[in-house]
């Protein structure tokens, strides 16, 4: 870290990299030294986040998006101390459900029979706002983010027990920032409303005209919204 200027590890969701966070690395530069954690490694939850606590720096400011979410919450659990503030984007801190985890199955098992190609038609429709189903560039760019990353990163991370993070979320009274699209139907922003509450200082930032993967669909809003938490 420079004197002065805080580190801000960014954790991505399931199948995502650095990519899903292009524009907040280029726009939070001149505020943090920010690092993306690889969460592609590692067969549990647990695992992936002692893998980024072992590379991040001693003490840090936290954003997780959506799987990154609960990648961040078990960071919580294993060295609370060294984060100095957390942002959740796009997430849930809620455990599988017994359908959601039905569905899961369904969907690595689908993966295993037939080849991987990323995320498809439907699934790019059900990640983004309707707004954005006609920006090519957009969907080329998470379509190719997801195929890079492939099968076996895919089913390692679906396969990745979600535990209920009310505790630790209760626990963190340090700057918190909450934040949602405003039609993210993975993620709603009920869910959302939920975290905030549990937190004790947190911020809530609906993003308007935005889907689940609000760091690239609304990239200015969301760097907005971090670049405030941080100054906070």
Known sequence: MSQGRPDL??????????????????????????????????????????????????????????LGGYVAQDILRIAPQRV?????LDTSYQPDTPARAQQRRAQEAAVRKGAFHGFGDALMRAYTDASH?????????????????????????????????????????????????????ITPPALHEQMAALLPDAVLVQV?????????????????ALREWLLR
């Open 9 to 66: 590890v960014l954790l991505p969701g399931l199948l995502n990299d650095a990519e899903l966070w292009r524009a907040q690395l280029d726009g939070l530069a001149d505020l943090a030294d920010c690092h993306v954690g690889d969460l592609t490694q590692g067969d549990s939850l647990h695992a992936v986040a002692q893998q980024v606590l072992d590379r991040a720096p001693p003490t840090f400011a936290l954003a997780g998006f959506s």
């Open 133 to 185: 189903h006609d920006d090519a560039v957009l969907m080329t760019r998470i379509r190719s983010m997801t195929q890079r990353l492939g099968a076996e990163v895919f089913l390692r991370q679906s396969a990745f027990e979600r535990e209920d993070g009310s505790d630790v979320l209760r626990a963190f009274d340090a700057p918190a920032l909450v934040l949602v699209g405003e039609h993210d139907g």
């Open 84 to 88: 100095q503030r957390l942002a959740l």
């Open 208 to 224: 308007p005209h935005c889907g689940h993967l609000s760091p690239m669909e609304q990239p200015a809003a969301v760097s907005a």
